[in-house]
T-cell receptor
Framework: TQLLEQSPQFLSIQEGENLTVYCNSSSVFSSLQWYRQEPGEGPVLLVTVVTGGEVKKLKRLTFQFGDARKDSSLHITAAQPGDTGLYLCAGARGGSNYKLTFGKGTLLTVNP | GAGVSQSPRYKVAKRGQDVALRCDPISGHVSLFWYQQALGQGPEFLTYFQNEAQLDKSGLPSDRFFAERPEGSVSTLKIQRTQQEDSAVYLC??????????????FGPGTRLLVL
C-alpha cells in the first residue's frame, strides 16, 4: 500500500503551460516536502510545508499543504524546459521527523 | 563546497556476491540516512545513523543488509549474497541536525546496483 499517492504519474507539456501535480494520503503528516530529482542524481529539496493550509512560493512554483495535513499540491506557472524532472513528495510523521515516506513521483517533461 | 558523495556510482554484481557501497556525508553532518530507490519508484527508507549510533534500521529488507558508520562520518552499506531483487539505486543522505529536529536531508547521487 502506497502511503503517499502522487498524480499524475507522467506529464508532458509545452513550454509556457501551467500545471499542477498532487500528493494525497489518508494519513496525517507533521510536515511534507517536495523534491526534484534529475536522471543520475539524488533528490534536491524544493520546499518544506508544516502548517495546515500553508502556501509557499518559490519563483514560478507554488506549494500548498492541505488544511488537514494529508495532501499537498505543486503548481508550476509558465513551465520551462529546465523544470523537467521527477517531482517527489515526501512526508514525515510526528515522532519520526527524520523518516521520510516518499511517493512514486511525477515525471514532468517540458518540451521547448 | 563538497556535497554528499557515493562510490562506486555503478556496480554490477553476480547473484550471490557481496557488495559494499560507500557514502561520504557532508563534513560535520550529524545524521546519515540510506534509501533504496527501485526503478520507477520513490526512495524507501532503509536506516538512520546519528553520529556512529544506528538508531533505526527498520527499513532494511533482510538480514543480508548491514550498515555501519564506525567513526560517525563515512558510512558503508553492505549487501551479502546479492539477489536480483536487490537491483536498485542506493541513495545516501546527510543532515546537519539530529532526528528530532527533522532537518533538511542532502542527498548524494546514488549508487546504481545491478545484480545479474
Amino acid at each position: 500500500t502506497q502511503l503517499l499517492e502522487q498524480s499524475p504519474q507522467f506529464l508532458s507539456i509545452q513550454e509556457g503551460e501551467n500545471l499542477t501535480v498532487y500528493c494525497n494520503s489518508s494519513s496525517v503528516f507533521s510536515s511534507l516536502q517536495w523534491y526534484r530529482q534529475e536522471p543520475g542524481e539524488g533528490p534536491v529539496l524544493l520546499v518544506t510545508v508544516v502548517t495546515g493550509g500553508e502556501v509557499k512560493k518559490l519563483k514560478r512554483l507554488t506549494f500548498q499543504f492541505g488544511d488537514a495535513r494529508k495532501d499537498s499540491s505543486l503548481h508550476i506557472t509558465a513551465a520551462q524546459p529546465g523544470d523537467t524532472g521527477l517531482y517527489l513528495c515526501a512526508g514525515a510523521r510526528g515522532g519520526s521527523n527524520y523518516k521520510l515516506t516518499f511517493g512514486k513521483g511525477t515525471l514532468l517533461t517540458v518540451n521547448p | 563546497g563538497a556535497g554528499v558523495s557515493q562510490s562506486p556510482r555503478y556496480k554490477v554484481a553476480k547473484r550471490g556476491q557481496d557488495v559494499a557501497l560507500r557514502c561520504d556525508p557532508i563534513s560535520g553532518h550529524v545524521s546519515l540516512f540510506w534509501y533504496q530507490q527501485a526503478l520507477g519508484q520513490g526512495p524507501e527508507f532503509l536506516t538512520y545513523f546519528q553520529n556512529e549510533a544506528q538508531l533505526d534500521k527498520s527499513g532494511l529488507p533482510s538480514d543480508r543488509f548491514f550498515a555501519e558508520r564506525p567513526e560517525g562520518s563515512v558510512s558503508t552499506l553492505k549487501i551479502q549474497r546479492t539477489q536480483q531483487e536487490d537491483s536498485a539505486v542506493y541513495l545516501c543522505a546527510s543532515s546537519p541536525t539530529d532526528s528530532y529536529l527533522g532537518g533538511t536531508q542532502y542527498f548524494g547521487p546514488g549508487t546504481r546496483l545491478l545484480v545479474l
